[in-house]
Nanobody, 121 residues
Framework: QVQLVESGGGLVQAGGSLRLSCAASGTAFSINAMGWYRQAPGKQRELVAE???????NYADSVKGRFTISRDNAKNTVYLQMNSLKPEDTANYYCNAKRITTPTYTYLELWGQGTLVTVSS
């Protein structure tokens, strides 16, 4: 069984930085794409950043130039470096992985439990 475990959320002042981590644990597997979504109170979950096989990245317009996604394939871990944080970045951030292939099963999509990021003004 593969699970996504997030860490790194917390409270930060506007203009500050945080780094989120998401590690995929379990038996030997490969992952096609990993990324981060967020959901603020009363709003729909939205894509923040995604890193796909081949190294292609996709960022929400609202975070371009401030957030950077990276991945350590050897550790099956994805990171989200968030700089110049704004109060509107406050949300629960969820790790996402697409097409996870193990020797016995293929998961189409998995989600982490979420980590809260709060940016104070």
């Amino acid at each position: 069984q593969v699970q996504l475990v997030e860490s790194g959320g917390g409270l930060v002042q506007a203009g500050g930085s945080l780094r989120l981590s998401c590690a995929a644990s379990g038996t030997a597997f490969s992952i096609n794409a990993m990324g981060w979504y967020r959901q603020a109170p009363g709003k729909q979950r939205e894509l923040v950043a995604e890193l796909r096989g081949g190294g292609n990245t996709n960022y929400a317009d609202s975070v371009k130039g401030r957030f950077t996604i990276s991945r350590d394939n050897a550790k099956n871990t994805v990171y989200l470096q968030m700089n110049s944080l704004k109060p509107e970045d406050t949300a629960n951030y969820y790790c996402n992985a697409k097409r996870i292939t193990t020797p016995t099963y293929t998961y189409l999509e998995l989600w982490g439990q979420g980590t809260l990021v709060t940016v104070s003004s």
